[in-house]
């Protein structure tokens, strides 16, 4: 039989690990039981050359594992556990995180191709700070008592815990997106199903082992790396999955969808894909208005689903304000994860690559300017650097479609209805932003945008207490904050009698 782990070495710092490549199920790394699996080949984006292979599940194999989850449903977890235990274990997951803070950065650097400094101090430390905010919660998750007839009757609810989960989560951040959705449906007491990215599996199965060390009964998550149109689509379909929690593309949310309805219609969360708006204020800080566009589209290299990729300025500053944009855009360094100096990485995959070199190709073809970038780099590795058009329309490709790159298309309007006009005018609903100093055109403003998230003089951060999610075709359902513990629960109507006689026949 095949290895189930594989030694790598990270060059840069003369690290050598062992990695699980197995699947992941009842606390225990397992072959697939299908032969006819190839092998995931996980690639370093910054070389372009392999990492390691890990095991390919199966639709088969994604049927042991929610029988695995389903079984810990019913015997170890769900509600045969208290949730003081529960906030236990999840704690002690993060304490484990946080002890191999640096191992999971630079395999996150080395499989994702993100700076080693941004994976261990944002991901990681945004995702061991996310399991203990929901830690917290779980012996907080409470219902209601109803006043019905104090005389005779009572109604109370009970927030039960849904079920097995299916989480399927996206390659640009591995370990984030794996917190988001681990941390809530634990809480709750739900049993996972975990579908990594076929890009970057490799931390998802570190942290699989992770759950096995903190003590988690074998069965409660499991994880099965697989190409999205085997082991995404199994869960979507599957009649033993109560819900399914899904973070990527909204072509791939809307197949989860139909496969749900078409199923046992399981309780379903998308958080899809976005063309998030930033809008610029002639009273706006520009200088700082600068900065924050810049980390609005370059941070992630702009493989970020809020990116803030279409930029409407004032025209009274709108030169002002480009001469301050481009210079600061050039200033990030795109380059290897595991050089300092870097801001950026490459992007994930040479799929991603070309599709993002065919918009901005598609940019200059359809008569935008380029104000930034537009170079193909020699050598190895997906590196693309910061690109900024100008003079564009709301008909062209790079203006209507999620890119999920560093191209930023830059416009300009004259009044605060045509700039919340030019904002709106997409199918999504991600994210918007908007830099003013005239506090009740803030006020105005961020209740006009279309979107799940406004940031105000401020971009792209987000908190762990605060929800987060789309409108319009960016999603359903919400992720963090306490709105998250109601994707994963069902609300049940307990109608108690107590001293009300029925006469009968009626």
């Known amino acids: ?14 690290r050598e690990l062992e990695i699980p490549t197995g699947l992941f199920i009842d606390n225990q790394f397992v072959p697939s039981v299908d032969s006819a699996s190839e092998p995931i080949q996980a690639v370093n984006p910054s070389t ?3 990492i390691c292979s ?3 599940g199966s639709a088969k194999d994604i049927d042991i594992a929610v029988a695995a989850a ?38 996150e650097s080395l499989n994702n191709g993100k700076p080693v400094k941004i994976a261990r101090d944002f991901d990681i430390g945004d995702s061991i700070q996310c399991l203990r905010y929901y830690a917290g919660w779980a012996d ?7 006043e019905v007839d104090n005389k005779t009757k009572l109604a109370f609810t009970k927030h039960d815990p849904i079920g097995v989960c299916g989480q399927i989560i996206p390659w640009n951040y591995p370990i984030n997106m794996w917190a988001w959705k681990v941390g809530p449906a634990l809480a709750c007491g739900c049993t996972i199903v975990m579908k990594p990215s076929e890009l970057t599996p490799l931390t998802a199965l570190m942290l699989s082992k992770l759950i096995a060390e903190a003590g988690f009964p074998p069965g409660v998550v499991n994880t099965i790396p697989s190409l999205g149109s085997v082991g995404g689509a199994a ?9 399914v929690a899904f973070t990527g593309s909204t072509v791939t949310g809307r197949k989860i969808m139909e496969a749900a309805a078409k199923s046992n219609l399981k309780k379903v969360s998308l958080e899809l894909g976005g063309k998030s708006p930033q809008i610029v204020f002639e009273s706006a800080d520009l200088d700082q208005a600068a900065n924050w566009a810049c980390l609005g589209i370059l941070y992630n290299t702009g493989q970020d689903c809020t990116a803030g990729s279409r930029l409407y300025v004032q025209d009274t500053v709108y030169d002002k304000f480009i001469s301050l944009l481009v210079p600061k855009a050039k200033e990030l360094v795109i380059g290897d994860g595991f050089d300092e100096k870097s801001g950026g990485g490459p992007v994930v995959s040479k799929t991603q690559f070309d599709k993002v070199w065919r918009y901005i190709e598609s940019g200059s073809a359809q008569g935008a300017k380029l104000a930034l970038g537009g170079q193909k780099r020699p050598g190895k590795g997906f590196f693309v650097d910061p690109t900024i058009f100008t003079d564009i329309n709301a008909n062209m490709d790079i203006v209507r479609d999620e890119i999920f790159g560093p191209v930023l298309s830059v416009g300009r309007f004259k009044t605060e209805e045509e700039a919340i006009s030019l904002a709106n005018d997409t199918s999504y609903g991600l994210g918007a932003g908007l830099h003013s100093n005239d506090a009740n055109q803030c006020m105005r403003v961020s209740s006009a945008l279309e979107a799940g998230t406004v940031w105000v003089n401020q971009y792209n951060l987000l908190n762990n207490n605060v929800p987060f999610g789309g409108k319009k075709q960016s999603g359903i359902g919400r992720e963090l904050g306490s709105y998250a513990l109601e994707e994963y629960t069902s609300v049940k ?4 009698n107590f001293g009300e006689k029925l006469d009968w026949p009626l």
């Open 48 to 50: 372009e050359e392999p």
């Open 54 to 56: 890990v095991v390919a």
């Open 70 to 107: 389903r079984k810990a449903f019913n015997t170890t977890w769900g509600k045969n556990v208290t949730g003081f235990e529960r906030s236990k274990l999840l704690n002690k997951l993060a304490d484990l995180m946080e002890r191999d803070q640096d191992i999971l950065a630079e395999v």
């Open 493 to 496: 109507a307990v109608h108690w």
């Open 140 to 146: 907080k998750i409470t219902g209601q008592t109803i």
């Open 1 to 14: 039989m095949a290895s189930l782990s594989a030694r790598i070495v990270i060059r840069a710092t003369n």
């Open 235 to 243: 869960l979507s379909a599957h009649m033993g999955v109560d819900k």
